[in-house]
Nanobody, 118 residues
Framework: QVQLVESGGGLVQPGGSLRLSCAAS????????MGWYRQAPGKQRELVAS???????VYKEFVKGRFTISRDNVKNTVYLQMNSLKPEDTAVYYC????????????WGQGTQVTVSA
């Protein structure tokens, strides 16, 4: 069983920055991809960014140029650097991943709340 622990959220003013971390632990044979997701109140959880094979990054259009995903392969940790934050970025942020292409995602962690407000 893989455990995911997200951290780094908080309250920030519009235009500010936050750096989220997600540590994966437990029965990890390998990591193929990891990604950050978010869920705003009343909305479905959506993918924000992902990193594949530790190097290839993919971003949703609404965060391109503002967010950067990275991964520490030794620590099994994925990061999300969020700059130029907007009120519409307010959500609970979760990470997830899988161990092989097409593999099942791991159990969700508790997430970390990001609130962008003046």
């Amino acid at each position: 069983q893989v455990q995911l622990v997200e951290s780094g959220g908080g309250l920030v003013q519009p235009g500010g920055s936050l750096r989220l971390s997600c540590a994966a632990s437990g029965s990890i044979s390998s990591i193929y991809s990891m990604g950050w997701y978010r869920q705003a109140p009343g909305k479905q959880r959506e993918l924000v960014a992902s990193i594949i094979d530790g190097s290839t990054t993919v971003y949703k259009e609404f965060v391109k140029g503002r967010f950067t995903i990275s991964r520490d392969n030794v620590k099994n940790t994925v990061y999300l650097q969020m700059n130029s934050l907007k009120p519409e970025d307010t959500a609970v942020y979760y990470c997830n991943g899988n161990s092989r292409p097409g593999g099942s995602p791991w159990p969700w962690g508790q997430g970390t709340q990001v609130t962008v407000s003046a």
